[in-house]
Structures are given as structure tokens and as C-alpha cells.
């Protein structure tokens, strides 16, 4: 899917108007952050030097000790092919260890 550059905050004003939030725009930087109902959080980030929307959720911590080894497999597992992430990919965070799920929507430089 390639999205226009402009249209990344008018696809999120679209959003925002379909579900009643309001005022649910991009920062400056580029950036904004949904926190759900259930508690989970959402987050968006356009990468202006990749033409990239990026999606993501914040699952969980790397375990520290003997299990770090073992979860890692099981990311490494879940990622080949998309067979257990339905086309998004799952990451860890290098500055706080957190494991994100991601997906990114590619936008034309037009």
C-alpha cells in the first residue's frame, strides 16, 4: 500500500472523525499516540527520510537471564514468513529493551 506524502495526517483526521476523537493529529515531529480503551497504546510515526508511516505497539519487555535466549527464538519463530505476526513484524527496541509489533505503510514522495 503507498499512501501520498500529504495524506498521512489526512488519513488520521479520517480515522479520528470516524471514531469521535478529537483533535488526534501529528506532532511536529511527525509523531501521535492512541491510548485504547482496553489500555493497550498505540503508536504512529512518519519517517520522513524512509516515506514511511510506521504503526506500532509497545508487548512487552525482554526477559533478562536464561529465558532472554529462548523468547528471542520464539520472535525470530513468529517473524519468518509473517506466521504469527499477519503481515506485521515484531522488534525489540535497543534503548528500552521493549518488544514492539509494527507495521508500515509506504507513502510516495510526490
Known amino acids: 500500500m503507498t499512501l501520498p506524502a500529504p495524506?498521512?495526517?489526512?488519513?488520521l483526521t479520517e480515522f479520528a472523525h470516524h471514531h469521535?476523537?478529537?483533535?488526534?493529529?501529528?506532532s511536529h515531529e511527525g509523531?501521535?499516540?492512541?491510548?485504547?480503551?482496553d489500555g493497550m497504546e498505540v503508536f504512529l510515526e512518519v519517517v520522513e527520510?524512509?516515506?514511511k508511516l510506521f504503526v506500532y505497539v509497545p508487548?512487552?519487555?525482554?526477559?533478562?537471564?536464561?529465558a532472554r535466549q529462548a523468547y528471542l527464538e520464539q520472535l525470530l519463530h513468529l517473524n519468518c514468513l509473517e506466521h504469527g505476526t499477519v503481515g506485521a513484524t515484531l522488534a525489540v527496541d535497543s534503548h528500552t529493551e521493549t518488544v514492539l509489533l509494527h507495521k508500515s505503510v509506504s507513502r510516495s514522495r510526490n
Open 7 to 11: 495524506s498521512a495526517q489526512a488519513v
Open 20 to 26: 469521535g476523537i478529537a483533535g488526534f493529529t501529528l
Open 31 to 37: 509523531t501521535a499516540a492512541l491510548r485504547l480503551p
Open 49 to 51: 527520510t524512509a516515506a
Open 59 to 66: 508487548l512487552d519487555t525482554l526477559p533478562q537471564g536464561q
